[in-house]
């Protein structure tokens, strides 16, 4: 759209100058997260890198000094901390997006409709939801309870509107498919994969905040297993 060329095309030249004037990958996030205002996730990173590139070519090609290391080393641990927390809001938002998408395809279950159009969405909330569970465990430190948590409650598939969803893969790499939970205890994990990314990030900017309605989809789903766990 030409409102978005204009706001991308930074210096006005007519182009989007994809070295200069775009965000790839968790930088896009990161900036977009940044916009609510609760965050910074955004200018702390570049600072960061910029810092530390500035830091490694004032060293001339000589060997660090322990004072120098020890700055990267901080500026690391920022890069890090800060990175980790932006992967964090992205769950925490797609965990929000997929409770809604669910909630959408009850009404039209119920209702006998066409459920199509929103079952994409779903499918597609849960790859970005299940992408970045995994990308979270994929930094140095391992975080332990939180990605068993994270695995046990996304699960290796969606759960399907007949209850259905992929539960395992086999030596062989097929997928094993069995009853699983109902959409309505899917739906209260979501809730608590947004509460667990609050406990162990402090998110901030918590787009597709869903939380107000845990207590209340509790109740409805029961005491049961899912309930009570997590």
């Known amino acids: 759209p030409e409102a978005a060329l204009k706001l ?14 775009y965000n790839f990958g968790h930088a896009y996030y990161a900036a977009a997260y940044d916009k609510g205002g609760k965050t910074s996730y955004y200018n702390n990173i570049q600072k960061a890198f910029i810092y530390g590139r500035n830091v490694i070519t004032k060293a001339d090609g000589k060997k660090l000094t322990d004072l120098e290391r020890g700055k990267l080393r901080s500026i690391a641990r920022s890069i890090e901390s800060n990175w980790q927390r932006v ?49 979270l465990q994929t930094g ?30 086999d030596s062989n790499g097929n997928f094993i498919k069995d009853q699983g939970q109902s959409m309505g205890e899917y739906m ?9 990314m609050v406990k162990e990030y402090g998110v901030k900017a918590r787009v597709n905040d869903k939380l107000a309605s845990l207590e209340g989809l509790i109740k409805k789903v029961g005491k049961g297993d899912s309930a009570e766990n997590d």
């Open 8 to 21: 991308a095309d930074y210096n006005g030249d007519g182009v989007v100058d994809l070295y200069r004037e």
């Open 87 to 135: 992967i964090a809001e992205s769950i925490f938002k797609y965990a929000g997006s997929v409770y809604k998408d669910l909630d959408k395809l009850n009404v039209i279950l119920e209702a006998k409709g066409n459920s199509d159009k929103v079952f994409r969405k779903y499918a597609k909330h849960w790859g970005e939801l299940k992408g970045f569970a995994m990308a």
């Open 140 to 169: 140095k430190s391992n975080i332990g309870e939180v990605a068993v948590k994270l695995n046990r409650m996304i699960g290796f598939g969606p759960v399907l509107p007949n209850g259905s969803q992929v539960v395992d893969v």
């Open 188 to 196: 209260l994990h979501m809730l608590k994969i947004q509460r667990l």
